[in-house]
Nanobody
């Protein structure tokens, strides 16, 4: 079983950057597709980004494409979400998620089996 711990959130201004981290324990992440989701108050959890376990190709929601970058460091068993040019509408709790050996990258929460506890990102002027 995989345990995930999210970190790196905070309070920033529009246009600022943050880097979220998701550290794993229990299993190596090398064979896991890793996803990032976010949930704003009163809204459903939505897909942000994911990185395929076998190809390391990242996928992004249209709303963050060109601003966010997902990456992984297998040696550190950690994945990252670099968020640049943050906007007010990026405010949410961000969660990393994992699923082992998925053939396709899922964009629904139900496609993932393991979740971090979430880290709050607040973009405010």
């Amino acid at each position: 079983q995989v345990q995930l711990v999210d970190s790196g959130g905070g309070l920033v201004q529009p246009g600022d950057s943050l880097r979220l981290s998701c550290a794993a324990s229990g299993r190596t992440l090398r064979s896991y597709t890793m996803g990032w989701f976010r949930q704003a108050p009163g809204k459903e959890r939505e897909f942000v980004a994911a990185i395929n376990w076998s190809t390391d190709i990242p996928y992004y929601a249209d709303s963050v494409k060109g601003r966010f970058t997902s990456s992984r460091d297998n040696a550190k068993n950690t994945v990252y979400l670099q968020m640049n040019s943050l906007k007010l509408e990026d405010t949410a709790v961000y969660y990393c998620a994992a699923v082992e050996g998925a053939q396709a990258v899922g964009e629904m929460p139900g496609d993932y089996d393991y979740w971090g506890q979430g880290t709050q990102v607040t973009v405010s002027s």
